[in-house]
């Protein structure tokens, strides 16, 4: 017989014990009398059986201890990626605190994603859905396991999910600008529809197909209108959150007859780009250009100067979507948390 062929029943055989006998010698040792345990051990341990697949007996348990987290995008995505690398980072500590195991489920071909997620041998999901959410959401009901949806830009009141208040977040950071005395003001905005780079209008903002931007949009619009900065003066440059299209933005802006004096940047990894970009033209943040971001990622605390963001508290949403899948408690509805205010030194009072 090939090793690696053997099954429980070859060894009961050759150990002249019944299969009952057999599987309690592997799994319940303490039923059976010790020289028949010890039998059956040499003769497993000679035919070149390990034991019982310890998947299989988890899965027929119903229980893997392990969580799922996924994303319609490159596995580099994870690792890449800061709001990314924050929340993993974050769901990694609460899972760590449990003992729960973490798979990363990733794929940007359709096809590969459907059998990634449903080979998966995990109790369930916490989706990023930053991109392709409906997918994501529809392959993980296929499962009919539990799955929370993170970043969802999709306003289907039935999918279970937590999100950080983007519009109110979005208005706090036009308006510590706007206090500050900053009344000219460009917007990098992460992705409003798919497949566009560039120059976005009011009415591009109004029937985008990613919530996210747009509620943010829609905040720092709401917060400036206050101090008497209409809609239309405040110029919006679309990226798809990366070097080429944020310098391709900075560019548009500051050619401009009258370029910004803070720019409202729709994540911190924009920011953080920007940054760079004005330092490399000679300009001084924030002497000469204030920046504010959107996340909070530990990148934005390390620069200098420090970023001024809205953080979200990514080890709160860590703690409520593992909780949420692991004890099968998703919510009902959709679940809002407060993104806070973090003022560092990318931020001042513009030049007179």
């Known amino acids: 017989m090939v090793k690696g062929t053997i099954r429980l029943a070859d060894v009961a055989k050759a150990a002249g014990v019944s299969q009952g006998t057999a599987s309690n010698v592997f799994n319940r040792p303490e039923v ?14 000679r035919l070149g059986y390990a034991g019982p697949s310890l998947t ?10 392990a969580i799922g987290v ?45 059998w990634n997620i449903k080979s998966a041998l995990v109790d369930g999901f916490i ?13 993980t009901r296929e499962r009919q396991l539990p799955f929370i949806a993170l970043a ?17 977040g979005a208005a706090v950071a036009a308006r510590h600008l706007a206090e500050l005395g900053h009344r000219r003001f460009g917007v990098l905005a992460t992705e409003l529809s798919d497949d566009h780079v560039g120059p976005v209008g009011v009415a591009d903002i109004e029937r985008a197909i990613y919530s996210t931007s747009r509620d943010r949009a829609l905040g720092y619009w709401r917060a400036l209108e206050v101090f008497g900065i209409s809609r239309e003066d405040v110029p919006i440059y679309e990226t798809l959150n990366d070097k080429p299209s944020v310098e391709a933005g900075l560019d548009y802006l500051f050619s401009a007859p009258e370029p910004p004096t803070a720019i409202l940047a729709m994540s911190d990894n924009i920011a953080l780009l920007a940054i760079n970009w004005l330092r490399a033209k000679g300009l001084s943040v924030p002497q000469d250009i204030s ?19 809205m953080a979200q508290p990514f080890a709160e949403i860590a703690q409520r979507a593992v909780g949420a899948v692991l004890h099968d408690a998703v919510p009902a509805e959709r679940e809002m948390i407060d993104v806070i205010l973090v003022v560092r030194g990318s931020t001042a009072t513009p030049k007179r």
């Open 32 to 45: 059976v009398r010790e020289e028949v345990r010890e039998h059956v051990l040499e003769t497993a341990k």
């Open 56 to 65: 299989g007996r988890l899965l027929r348990a119903g229980k893997v201890n």
């Open 70 to 114: 996924a994303a319609v995008e490159p596995l580099a995505y994870f690792f890449d990626d800061p709001w990314a690398r924050a929340l993993l980072a974050a769901v990694s500590q609460v899972c760590d605190a449990s003992g729960t195991g973490l798979a990363l489920v990733s794929a940007k071909d359709r096809q590969k994603l459907d």
């Open 127 to 139: 989706l990023l859905c930053v991109e392709g959410g409906e997918k994501l959401v529809q392959l």
């Open 152 to 168: 969802l830009n999709d306003e289907d009141g039935s999918i279970p999910s937590i999100s950080v208040d983007n519009l109110a």
């Open 291 to 309: 920046v504010i971001g959107f996340d909070g990622v530990p990148e934005g605390g390390m620069v200098e100067p420090g970023l001024t963001t």
